[in-house]
């Protein structure tokens, strides 16, 4: 029986949030709604993550719950990572499954719940290559302010430790006319933030030279759309930050001065185990010509600790380039082990306690670091993009364009505009401040 509501349940990054609403515009134009829960809908989806171990393991344990017992009517199906990395093994594990639809067959969606429908047999879809044949702007998106939008798929760069090569497929760079024009659009629609979206955002155009429009020249063009207001990207490879995207940094009014620039480690041993393909020292230039060129950028970082070998002195190295850059940002994880991947041939020696040992030391400094930073912002006055009321609060929350989350009182019809915040203190993470008159004498950062 046709599914009448639906359910995504959605884990892992950016790019998955943004494959849900495109798969939940494809669903709506079906004339499916929205359920309230998973428990109510006729068709679930889980849209899965394989990045680490534990991401595979909340999904696996959900599946194994939902057996035929609770699976009633409804059609189940997996799409996304996990899909990738399982395949239709995951009918052997999960006999109530109906359909596993891979990151690079979204399309398909439509057709493969009809065959189940029909057949009444489970179906699977996953390519390895992504053929550019997505219906962008379809997406249904949750949030009116705030737009992701794909601008390249898959990544090329087989680190050792990382799966998203196999679950992603190769880079395939949508085509600029393609993204100006859903930019253009969202912001007609009102939208005042769009985040470039791609595994690798810098490597951009590099797999059609005949476009002639690499990462930089996309936002050129970008920033010209007529209202406008921010644009961010993430992620990107420190290799392929260029000195024209740095300066596009700093000479585009719309463009934020935040650089996602991960390291992932500190020492050159581990670097080259990881195949980052930079060394401390060029990646250590790059940043000083970055602050060169935009002084007040921000920069965030990805960290594993305990890679395989990593020794307590190489795990220092890292601590020391934590200390050095002073990173706004650092997502810190402990290295998993994960099937297909390069690393896997090497023992996950690091035992256990050590991983977390490290895990939280790193995190320990970069908390003193994020303190000392939250108090020499107090004091100056931010642009802020009001988003929404602070949860279970009745003040305001917005970021400032450096990715700093900020607090004030203010009124409803302030959401979805861009105000000026004077920073006075701060509450754990969260900047306080007060909203300051337009043309107030106040720099605005
Ligand atoms: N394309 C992005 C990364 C996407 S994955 C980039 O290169 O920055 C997000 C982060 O997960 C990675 O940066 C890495 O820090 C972490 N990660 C990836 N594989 C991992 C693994 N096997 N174990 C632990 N962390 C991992
Ligand atoms: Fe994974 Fe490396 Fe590609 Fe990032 S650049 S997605 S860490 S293989
Ligand atoms: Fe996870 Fe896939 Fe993203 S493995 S982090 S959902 S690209």
Redesign the pocket.
């Known amino acids: 029986m046709e599914p009448k509501t639906y359910f995504i349940r959605t884990y892992g ?1 950016q790019m998955n949030e943004l494959d849900t609403e495109i798969m939940a515009g494809q669903l709506a134009k079906r004339g499916l709604t929205a359920a309230a829960d998973e428990e109510s809908s006729d068709l679930l989806i889980f849209n899965t993550c394989s ?2 171990d534990l991401a595979e393991r909340k999904v696996m344990g959900k599946l194994g719950r939902m057996g035929r017992v609770d699976k009633k009517n409804r059609i189940i199906g997996v799409t996304g990572c996990m899909a990738m990395a399982k395949k239709d093994s995951l009918f052997r594990k999960f006999p109530h499954l109906d359909f596993v639809v891979g990151t690079n067959n979204i399309t398909d969606l439509g057709t493969v719940i009809d065959q189940v429908l029909y057949t009444k047999k489970q179906v699977f879809k996953t390519d390895d290559r992504f053929e550019e044949n997505l219906d962008y702007l379809i997406a249904k998106r949750d949030n009116p302010i705030k737009a992701h939008v794909s601008i390249i798929r898959g ?1 090329d ?1 087989y ?1 050792t ?4 090569p196999y679950t992603r497929g190769e880079e395939v760079s949508r085509p600029p006319d393609s993204i100006v024009e859903e930019c253009r659009r969202l912001v007609d629609q009102g939208y005042k933030e769009i985040t470039l979206l791609g ?2 955002v810098n490597s951009y155009g590099k797999d059609k030279p005949e476009w002639n429009c690499l990462f930089h020249n996309l936002l050129y063009r970008l920033d010209q759309i007529p209202g406008m207001e921010r644009i961010r990207f993430m ?1 990107s ?1 420190p290799i392929d930050i260029t000195v024209e995207l740095m300066q596009a940094i700093r000479d585009l009014p719309s463009l934020c001065e935040f650089v ?1 620039f ?1 390291i ?1 480690a500190g020492s050159d041993r581990i670097l080259k185990k990881m195949h980052r393909i930079y060394t401390k020292e060029q990646y250590l230039e790059k940043v000083a010509l970055l602050r060169k060129i935009v002084p007040h950028v921000s920069l965030g970082t ?3 600790v305990g890679f395989p070998t990593e020794t307590e002195e190489e795990f220092q190295e890292t601590m020391e380039i934590f200390r050095q850059i002073r990173y706004s940002v650092a ?1 810190i ?6 099937k297909g ?1 390069p690393a896997l041939r090497w023992k996950d020696d690091v035992p256990e306690e050590v991983k977390f040992d490290r895990l939280q030391r790193l995190m320990d400094l970069q908390n003193e670091i994020a303190v000392e930073e939250r108090q020499q912002m107090l004091g100056n006055t931010y642009e802020v993009l009001v988003e929404c009321f602070n949860k279970g609060g009745t003040q305001l929350k917005g970021r400032t364009r450096c990715w700093k989350k900020v607090i004030f009182e203010g009124d409803e019809s302030l959401i979805g505009t861009l105000q000026q915040v004077h920073v006075h203190s701060y509450s754990h993470q969260t900047l306080v401040g007060d909203l300051v008159k337009p043309n107030s004498s106040l720099k605005v950062i």
């Open positions: 990054c990045i680490r990544c760069k680190c430790y990382c799966v998203v595994q690798n992620t490879h996602h991960p992932q990805d960290i594993i997502y994880y402990a290295y998993s082990p994960r991947t």
